[in-house]
């Protein structure tokens, strides 16, 4: 049974900072690429950050560039996401995906989020 987990999310004052994690079982994750989405209140889903499966590149949106920092321990099963400097726009539901190659395809696993606020 395939599962992702996130955890780390809460609230956190303008500047401040948070690290969330998400903890994947059921599939083999080392061959799995990670991204993190967020999904504000009346807006879309974006990509935040995403990285692949060995860990060598990352690549981020635009407007976390130089705060949040995505990495992963393979040998742990999990995926972070250490944000700094956090903004009140960076208030939203963040949201970890899976995606890697089966004999069935592609395939994306979804987490269930974890809810970020930042406010004063």
């Known amino acids: 049974q395939v599962q992702l987990v996130e955890s780390g999310g809460g609230l956190v004052q303008p500047g401040g900072s948070l690290r969330l994690s998400c903890v994947a079982s059921?599939?083999?994750?080392?061959?799995?690429?990670m991204s993190w989405y967020r999904q504000a209140p009346g807006k879309e889903r974006e990509l935040v950050a995403a990285?692949?499966?060995?860990?060598?590149?990352?690549n981020y949106a635009d407007s976390v560039k130089g705060r949040f920092t995505i990495s992963r321990d393979n040998a742990k099963n999990t995926v972070y996401l250490e944000m700094n400097s956090l903004k009140l726009e960076d208030t939203a539901v963040y949201s970890c995906k899976a995606r890697g190659g089966t004999v069935h395809g592609v395939m994306d696993y979804w987490g269930k989020g974890t809810l970020v606020t930042v406010s004063s």
């Open positions: 990285i692949t499966s060995a860990g060598k590149k990352t």
């Open positions: 059921g599939f083999t994750f080392s061959n799995y690429a």
